[in-house]
Each structure stands twice: as C-alpha cells, then as structure tokens.
C-alpha cells in the first residue's frame, strides 16, 4: 500500500471527488457511494459514486470507470454512473437495480 492510500481512506476520497465533482457541474444535486458488499475492505476494490443530475437524461445506468490519479489526491481508481432525478426515484424504489449486486449508501455525500 502506497503513502497516499494509507494518508487518506476511501470514505474521505469518495467525499473530495463528490465535492470536486458538484464544483464544476451545478446540475449534480446529491451524490450517493454506492457499496460492493464483500469487496469494500479490497484495496483494488473502486470508489464508486452516483450522481443525480438535473441535467441528465434518463439513459439507464452507464457506470464509467477512471484510473488513480496520485498527482490529483485522487489514489484510489474510482467508477462514476450519472442519473437522472427520475432514474434515481426508480433506484431508491427498486425498479431499476444498480449494477453487480451493489447498494446505495443511506446517506448523501
């Protein structure tokens, strides 16, 4: 495990990218961590964040995967899926199920 990954955990990580991400798009109103049950604790395991955007069409799930970026503070690889605030209803009502088997944080970011 490299110096970066043991100054910040992923919890902490996954807020810095919610933040950065709601800086620079205004449509972002909330964003959820989603979980892997069984994978969280794995350091190759990614952050993976949903995000509802006003200014998102509904367009299903597309979970879009990045790199580490060290030179960012970002040292952990990370998986972004955007959604609608309809998409997200259909979530929270179990409609339209998250990817893999994850979850959604209970909380907002």
């Known amino acids: 495990m490299s110096n970066d990954k043991?100054?910040?955990?992923?919890d902490e990580?996954?807020?810095?990218l919610a933040h950065a991400h709601r800086a620079v798009d205004p449509g972002i109103t909330e964003?959820?961590?989603?979980l892997a049950p069984g994978c969280e604790g794995s350091e190759s395991e990614p952050i993976k964040l949903l995000e509802i955007n006003l200014s998102s069409t509904a367009s299903g799930i597309i979970p879009i995967g990045m790199p580490?970026?060290?030179?960012?503070g970002i040292p952990y690889p990370s998986v972004i899926m955007e959604i609608a605030p309809a998409e997200f209803e259909e979530v929270r009502q179990?409609?339209?199920?998250?990817?893999?088997?994850?979850?959604l944080s209970e909380h907002p970011l």
Do not use: D, E
């Open 13 to 16: 990580v996954a807020h810095k």
């Open 31 to 34: 964003v959820y961590r989603i």
């Open 6 to 10: 043991a100054a910040m955990s992923k």
């Open 68 to 72: 580490a970026h060290a030179p960012s």
């Open 94 to 103: 179990g409609t339209l199920p998250l990817p893999n088997g994850w979850m």
